[in-house]
């Protein structure tokens, strides 16, 4: 698949992130790496990397969180589907973002990190990056 130029879901990424959110407890997100979508058309593929802390304090656990997403005539459509890869020391993420990146096939880009450490703050300034249309999220 090649990743063009069209308008790919706007409401996609940000429905992603919270829904992660919700799933997870913002309290307990560290860390989350953004890839770059794959678009075509009105179509879009994505993937977002989080790092959750632990009770073991040198240790955070990996989830990833993909999604598709399509707008038709008939509406809105995304689907999710987070997954817990396994944990690690945080000072590895790094290399495993590499290696997600690696292993794409050239058809994903390297990811955002985004440095949350539980903070609502942190949350609220990448989320008003996004345009507010984008935002009308319902809770599953």
Not at 67 to 89: F, I, N, R
Not at 134 to 139: F, H, Q, R, V
């Amino acid at each position: 698949m090649t990743n063009d130029t069209g308008p790919g879901v706007p409401e996609a990424l940000p429905t992603t992130l919270y829904r992660i959110v919700e799933q997870l407890g913002l309290e307990r997100i560290d860390r989350l790496w953004i890839f770059p979508p794959l678009m075509r058309g009105r179509r879009e593929w994505g993937l977002v990397a989080a790092s959750v802390y632990t009770d073991n304090l040198e240790r955070r656990r990996l989830h990833s969180a993909s999604y598709t997403a399509e707008c038709t005539g008939q509406g809105l459509s995304v689907v999710h589907d987070l997954k817990e890869q396994g944990d690690a020391p945080p000072d590895r993420f790094h290399r495993v973002m590499e290696g997600v990146v690696l292993r794409a096939a050239d058809e994903l880009g390297e990811p955002r990190e985004i440095v949350l450490e539980g903070k609502s703050k942190a949350f609220e300034e990448m989320m008003a990056n996004f345009d507010p249309k984008t935002l009308e999220y319902t809770p599953a």
